[in-house]
C-alpha cells in the first residue's frame, strides 16, 4: 500500500519478548502491518528493503508493509516524528540528529555502508572549466535542506574549496522526474543525488561527475572511512514494545542482504520492478555494480562506520563530536544478529 506525501542494550526481559514474540507473530493468522516512510523509494539506496519485499521475505515474516512515499529524507523523519509511520528508512545522520536533540530513536538494521549518492555537474556548466573553483552562482540540486544529499553536497563544498556564497541549494524532492526536468531545463546547474539517476545522465553525456560516495573506497576518500548510511530507524518505545516487528523486518533485510551477495544480472532484472529500471536495464544494472560492494553484508553497524558517521555530523555541524553516549544509543545491532544467526549469513 502506498501513501503520497534509552540505551543500545535492551533489558533481559525484553530481549526474551523479542524472540517469543517473533513466533507469535509468524504463527498469527494475519499478516501484522508495519508502517515504513522512506524517499526515493525506487532508488538503489533502498534495494536491500525493496527486495526484501519483492523476494517475500518480509511477508514470509508475517508482515504487511504501508510505505509512506516522502520527498526526502527529513520529510520522511518528521511524518515518522508526527505518528504517521512506525519506521523509517533513510540516512543514519538523522537518528544522529535525533539523539542529540533529545528524543529516543535507535536505528536497528543497516542497508549500506556508503552513502551511495553522487555530485554531478551538467555538461554545459563543464564546457571549457579547468578547475572546481572557476564555477560561479552554481545552482545545486538536492532532495531538501537538512536531507542526505545536502550532507554530502555540503561536505564537498568544503572539500573542494567553493565558497559557500557561490553554492546555492535548489530542493527538488526525490522524485527521478522532477529531478531529471530540473537537470535539463536548466533549473540547476549540478545535482546531488542517487543511483539511478546519477548513473543515467552520466551515461548520457548529460552530467560530468565530480565526485561519488559509491563505494568504500570513495567514502574513505571524501569521509575518512565507511559511513553508516541507510538504515531501518524508529522509536526505542516501538522498538521494546513491538520487538517482533523489528526483529521481523530485520530478519528480511538481512535475508534480502544475503541473496544479493550472490545474484546475478538475471536474478536482479526479474526481482526489482521493471519501473525501478528507469527505461534501461543495462544501465540500471551498470549503476548496481558501481555500487554493489558498499551494501551491508549482514546488516550490523560497524565500529568504525557509525564512528565516521559521528565525526561527519560534527564538522557539518562546526562542533566537537562530543561524548560518544549519544552514538552508542544510536543503534542496536541486537535484532540483526539474530537474523544472522538464524539464517547463517
Known sequence: MFVRQGRRNFSALAAATLLSSHGVLRASTSPQRVSIALAAHNSLYHLPLVLAEQ?????????????????????????????????????????????????????????????????????????????????????????????????????????????????????????????????????????????????????????????????????????????????????????????DLAQALSLGVVRALKWLKTAGPTDILKTVPSHHWMGDRALYLGALEKLRESYSLDGLFGTDAVQTAWRMRALRMAQEAGPLSALERSFTNQFAQVAKRKIGN
Not at 142 to 171: C, M, N, P, R, Y
Open 55 to 243: 523476494l517475500g521475505y518480509l511477508k514470509h515474516e508475517g508482515l504487511q508493509i504501508d510505505w509512506l512515499e516522502c520527498e526526502s529524507g527529513i520529510e520522511a523523519v518528521q511524518a515518522a516524528l508526527a505518528g504517521q509511520a512506525d519506521v523509517v528508512a533513510g540516512a543514519f545522520e538523522h537518528v544522529l540528529d535525533l539523539q542529540t536533540s533529545g528524543l529516543s530513536w535507535r536505528a536497528f538494521v543497516l542497508q549500506s555502508r556508503a552513502p551511495q549518492i553522487s555530485v554531478g555537474l551538467a555538461s554545459r556548466r563543464a564546457i571549457g572549466m579547468k578547475h572546481v573553483n572557476e564555477l560561479k552562482s552554481l545552482k545545486l540540486g538536492i532532495s531538501s535542506l537538512g536531507s542526505a544529499t545536502h550532507w554530502v553536497a555540503q561536505h564537498w563544498i568544503k572539500q573542494v574549496g567553493l565558497s559557500t556564497d557561490a553554492v546555492q541549494f535548489v530542493a527538488l524532492g526525490a522524485g527521478t522526474g522532477n529531478v531529471m526536468e530540473a537537470m535539463r531545463a536548466g533549473t540547476v546547474d549540478a545535482l546531488c543525488h542517487v543511483d539511478p539517476v546519477l548513473h543515467y545522465l552520466e551515461q548520457k553525456n548529460e552530467l560530468r561527475l565530480m565526485a561519488d560516495t559509491r563505494t568504500l573506497s570513495s567514502s574513505q576518500r571524501m569521509f575518512g572511512g565507511p559511513l553508516a548510511s541507510a538504515c531501518l530507524f524508529g522509536k526505542v518505545e516501538f522498538l521494546q514494545k513491538r520487538a
